[in-house]
């Protein structure tokens, strides 16, 4: 998140030096395209990071839920234990 926000700063610099008169249009345009490319490789990794944090909750919430199903299975008598064990 810090490196698209000063991503985006930098394009705001470029687009003040333009409007002073620092920057020519081709400047502008090559800083802002080159910025713009690189914030959108950040959120393509960042919604990668996200999905894959949502898909390990989801496996460690039915890790959980079968273990204390397990636990649910051993307080029952012998004939149910043997039958989990195989």
């Known amino acids: 998140?810090?490196?698209?926000?000063?991503?985006?700063?930098?394009?705001?610099l470029a687009r003040d030096s333009f409007l002073s008169g620092d920057f020519d249009s081709?400047?502008?345009?090559?800083?802002?395209?080159k910025c713009e490319k690189k914030i959108t490789s950040f959120e393509k990794k960042l919604l990668d990071i996200l999905q894959?944090?949502?898909?390990?909750?989801?496996?460690?919430n039915g890790a959980i839920s079968n273990l204390i199903k397990l636990s649910d299975s051993h307080k029952g008598d012998i004939s149910v234990k043997r039958r989990i064990i195989g």
């Open 1 to 12: 998140m810090n490196q698209i926000k000063a991503l985006s700063e930098k394009i705001d």
């Open 26 to 33: 081709a400047d502008f345009h090559a800083v802002k395209s």
């Open 52 to 60: 894959t944090s949502r898909s390990v909750g989801q496996l460690l």
